[in-house]
Protein backbone atom coordinates (compact mmCIF):
# COMPACT_ATOMS: atom_id res chain seq x y z
CA UNK A 1 0.00 0.00 0.00
CA UNK A 2 1.06 3.53 -0.53
CA UNK A 3 -0.22 6.03 2.44
CA UNK A 4 0.64 9.45 1.82
CA UNK A 5 -0.02 12.67 4.45
CA UNK A 6 -1.31 15.81 3.60
CA UNK A 7 -2.05 19.01 5.74
CA UNK A 8 -1.11 22.78 6.13
CA UNK A 9 2.09 23.20 8.41
CA UNK A 10 1.98 21.94 11.97
CA UNK A 11 -0.97 19.90 12.03
CA UNK A 12 0.91 16.49 13.50
CA UNK A 13 1.79 14.82 10.19
CA UNK A 14 5.51 13.39 11.59
CA UNK A 15 3.57 12.21 15.13
CA UNK A 16 1.02 10.33 13.09
CA UNK A 17 3.54 8.79 10.75
CA UNK A 18 5.83 7.77 13.48
CA UNK A 19 2.59 5.82 14.84
CA UNK A 20 1.40 4.17 12.33
CA UNK A 21 4.82 3.09 11.11
CA UNK A 22 5.41 1.64 14.47
CA UNK A 23 2.14 -0.06 14.26
CA UNK A 24 2.27 -1.23 10.93
CA UNK A 25 5.78 -2.66 11.66
CA UNK A 26 4.92 -4.25 14.91
CA UNK A 27 2.46 -6.18 12.47
CA UNK A 28 5.17 -7.67 10.82
CA UNK A 29 4.78 -5.56 7.82
CA UNK A 30 7.83 -3.93 5.68
CA UNK A 31 7.46 -0.29 6.17
CA UNK A 32 9.36 2.55 4.00
CA UNK A 33 9.15 6.16 5.59
CA UNK A 34 9.66 8.68 3.41
CA UNK A 35 8.83 12.68 2.87
CA UNK A 36 8.22 15.45 -0.66
CA UNK A 37 9.97 17.30 -1.11
CA UNK A 38 12.90 14.91 -0.53
CA UNK A 39 13.29 11.09 -0.08
CA UNK A 40 16.65 10.60 -2.05
CA UNK A 41 19.53 12.81 -1.61
CA UNK A 42 19.08 14.43 -5.01
CA UNK A 43 15.30 15.51 -4.22
CA UNK A 44 16.04 16.38 -1.18
CA UNK A 45 19.15 19.24 -2.40
CA UNK A 46 16.08 19.76 -4.39
CA UNK A 47 13.88 20.68 -1.08
CA UNK A 48 17.13 23.06 0.19
CA UNK A 49 16.37 24.95 -2.81
CA UNK A 50 13.11 24.92 -2.16
CA UNK A 51 12.77 25.96 1.22
CA UNK A 52 15.52 28.20 1.73
CA UNK A 53 14.79 31.78 2.70
CA UNK A 54 18.06 32.84 1.91
CA UNK A 55 17.69 33.46 -2.10
CA UNK A 56 18.25 36.74 -3.61
CA UNK A 57 15.86 36.71 -6.20
CA UNK A 58 11.92 35.77 -5.77
CA UNK A 59 11.54 32.29 -7.12
CA UNK A 60 8.67 32.18 -9.51
CA UNK A 61 5.81 29.70 -9.23
CA UNK A 62 5.95 28.14 -12.24
CA UNK A 63 9.96 26.92 -10.56
CA UNK A 64 8.94 26.31 -7.33
CA UNK A 65 6.51 23.64 -9.10
CA UNK A 66 8.98 22.42 -11.64
CA UNK A 67 11.24 21.78 -8.69
CA UNK A 68 8.56 20.28 -6.73
CA UNK A 69 8.18 17.79 -9.87
CA UNK A 70 11.63 17.20 -10.28
CA UNK A 71 12.07 16.01 -6.84
CA UNK A 72 9.58 13.70 -6.96
CA UNK A 73 10.19 11.96 -10.25
CA UNK A 74 13.35 11.50 -8.78
CA UNK A 75 11.47 10.01 -5.70
CA UNK A 76 9.18 8.07 -7.10
CA UNK A 77 12.14 6.44 -9.65
CA UNK A 78 14.99 5.61 -6.68
CA UNK A 79 12.46 5.11 -3.62
CA UNK A 80 8.74 4.61 -3.56
CA UNK A 81 8.30 2.58 -6.85
CA UNK A 82 10.97 -0.46 -6.23
CA UNK A 83 9.80 -0.27 -2.40
CA UNK A 84 5.76 -1.07 -3.75
CA UNK A 85 7.11 -3.24 -6.50
CA UNK A 86 9.09 -5.18 -3.47
CA UNK A 87 5.98 -5.40 -1.64
CA UNK A 88 6.54 -2.77 0.45
CA UNK A 89 4.36 -0.31 2.61
CA UNK A 90 4.87 2.91 1.60
CA UNK A 91 4.59 6.04 4.47
CA UNK A 92 4.79 9.39 2.39
CA UNK A 93 4.98 12.59 4.28
CA UNK A 94 3.04 14.60 1.23
CA UNK A 95 2.96 14.03 -2.23
CA UNK A 96 1.44 15.16 -5.37
CA UNK A 97 -1.94 16.37 -3.45
CA UNK A 98 0.33 18.97 -1.91
CA UNK A 99 0.86 20.56 -5.23
CA UNK A 100 -2.37 21.03 -5.74
CA UNK A 101 -3.03 22.35 -2.91
CA UNK A 102 -0.15 24.63 -2.26
CA UNK A 103 1.09 25.65 -6.22
CA UNK A 104 -2.58 25.37 -7.34
CA UNK A 105 -4.99 26.65 -4.81
CA UNK A 106 -1.82 28.74 -2.94
CA UNK A 107 0.05 30.36 -5.35
CA UNK A 108 -3.17 30.20 -8.14
CA UNK A 109 -1.26 27.73 -10.77
CA UNK A 110 -3.47 26.38 -13.29
CA UNK A 111 -5.03 22.84 -12.70
CA UNK A 112 -4.09 22.48 -16.73
CA UNK A 113 -0.47 22.32 -15.78
CA UNK A 114 -0.60 20.19 -12.99
CA UNK A 115 -2.33 17.84 -14.83
CA UNK A 116 0.07 17.66 -17.07
CA UNK A 117 2.46 16.80 -14.80
CA UNK A 118 0.48 14.23 -13.05
CA UNK A 119 -0.46 12.46 -16.07
CA UNK A 120 3.45 12.56 -17.58
CA UNK A 121 5.45 11.96 -14.59
CA UNK A 122 3.33 10.19 -11.30
CA UNK A 123 3.07 6.82 -12.47
CA UNK A 124 1.29 5.68 -9.04
CA UNK A 125 -0.96 7.54 -7.02
CA UNK A 126 -1.51 6.96 -3.28
CA UNK A 127 -4.20 4.02 -2.35
CA UNK A 128 -5.24 6.26 0.85
CA UNK A 129 -4.36 9.98 1.78
CA UNK A 130 -4.46 11.46 5.43
CA UNK A 131 -5.35 14.85 5.39
CA UNK A 132 -4.79 16.14 8.92
CA UNK A 133 -7.00 19.11 8.85
CA UNK A 134 -7.01 21.83 11.53
CA UNK A 135 -7.48 25.88 11.54
CA UNK A 136 -4.61 27.95 9.94
CA UNK A 137 -3.72 29.46 13.07
CA UNK A 138 -3.60 26.19 15.54
CA UNK A 139 -0.77 25.00 12.99
CA UNK A 140 1.23 28.20 12.73
CA UNK A 141 1.50 28.62 16.58
CA UNK A 142 3.11 25.11 16.86
CA UNK A 143 5.31 25.70 13.29
CA UNK A 144 6.59 28.77 14.71
CA UNK A 145 7.65 27.26 18.39
CA UNK A 146 9.73 24.96 16.09
CA UNK A 147 11.89 27.54 15.15
CA UNK A 148 13.68 29.36 12.42
CA UNK A 149 10.50 28.94 9.71
CA UNK A 150 11.33 28.09 6.28
CA UNK A 151 10.33 29.72 2.97
CA UNK A 152 6.54 28.57 2.99
CA UNK A 153 6.41 29.14 6.68
CA UNK A 154 6.75 32.78 6.31
CA UNK A 155 3.76 32.45 4.10
CA UNK A 156 0.38 34.43 5.79
CA UNK A 157 -2.43 33.31 6.90
CA UNK A 158 -4.25 34.06 3.89
CA UNK A 159 -2.01 31.83 1.77
CA UNK A 160 -2.61 29.06 4.43
CA UNK A 161 -6.52 29.57 3.93
CA UNK A 162 -6.41 29.05 0.19
CA UNK A 163 -4.20 26.05 0.85
CA UNK A 164 -6.27 24.21 3.29
CA UNK A 165 -9.17 25.31 0.90
CA UNK A 166 -7.38 22.78 -1.78
CA UNK A 167 -6.81 19.79 0.70
CA UNK A 168 -10.74 20.44 1.24
CA UNK A 169 -12.00 20.42 -2.77
CA UNK A 170 -9.68 17.24 -2.72
CA UNK A 171 -11.36 15.32 0.00
CA UNK A 172 -14.72 16.34 -1.42
CA UNK A 173 -13.58 15.25 -5.09
CA UNK A 174 -12.02 12.30 -3.93
CA UNK A 175 -13.92 10.57 -0.97
CA UNK A 176 -12.51 7.49 -1.51
CA UNK A 177 -9.19 7.82 -1.45
CA UNK A 178 -8.91 10.92 1.04
CA UNK A 179 -9.65 11.06 4.50
CA UNK A 180 -9.80 13.95 6.84
CA UNK A 181 -9.04 13.83 10.23
CA UNK A 182 -9.58 16.09 12.75
CA UNK A 183 -5.96 16.99 13.72
CA UNK A 184 -7.26 19.32 16.43
CA UNK A 185 -7.55 16.33 18.83
CA UNK A 186 -4.63 14.67 20.53
CA UNK A 187 -2.21 12.53 19.31
CA UNK A 188 -4.06 9.39 20.61
CA UNK A 189 -7.31 10.32 18.98
CA UNK A 190 -5.31 11.48 15.69
CA UNK A 191 -4.02 7.99 15.71
CA UNK A 192 -7.30 6.35 16.43
CA UNK A 193 -9.41 8.21 13.39
CA UNK A 194 -6.61 6.82 11.46
CA UNK A 195 -7.08 3.37 12.33
CA UNK A 196 -10.70 3.29 11.11
CA UNK A 197 -9.59 3.05 7.56
CA UNK A 198 -6.04 1.08 8.32
CA UNK A 199 -7.91 -1.59 9.55
CA UNK A 200 -9.49 -3.34 6.56
CA UNK A 201 -7.04 -2.70 4.57
CA UNK A 202 -3.47 -3.76 6.41
P1 LIG B 1 7.06 19.82 5.11
O1 LIG B 1 7.29 21.05 5.89
O2 LIG B 1 5.79 19.16 5.40
O3 LIG B 1 8.22 18.90 5.13
O4 LIG B 1 6.90 20.28 3.56
C1 LIG B 1 7.71 21.21 3.00
C2 LIG B 1 6.92 22.33 2.39
O5 LIG B 1 6.78 22.10 0.99
C3 LIG B 1 5.54 22.55 2.94
O6 LIG B 1 5.42 23.90 3.31
C4 LIG B 1 4.61 22.26 1.78
C5 LIG B 1 5.47 22.46 0.57
N1 LIG B 1 5.12 21.63 -0.58
C6 LIG B 1 4.54 22.21 -1.70
O7 LIG B 1 4.34 23.42 -1.72
N2 LIG B 1 4.22 21.44 -2.78
C7 LIG B 1 4.49 20.09 -2.82
O8 LIG B 1 4.18 19.43 -3.82
C8 LIG B 1 5.09 19.49 -1.64
C9 LIG B 1 5.39 18.02 -1.63
C10 LIG B 1 5.39 20.29 -0.55
Not at 80 to 93: F, H, M, Q, R, Y
Request: overall charge neutral; hydrophobic content about 40%; proline content about 3%.
Amino acid sequence: MFISFEGTEGVGKTTLIQRIHDYLTAQGQSVVLTREPGGTAMAEQIRNLLLSVKHEEKMCSDTELLLMYAARAQHLDQVILPALAAGKTVLCDRFSDASFAYQCAGRGLSVAKLNMLNSHFVARMPDLTFWLDAPIELGMTRARARGELDRFEQEKATFFEKVRGGYQTLWEQQPERVKRLDATQNPDQVFAQAMQYLQPNT
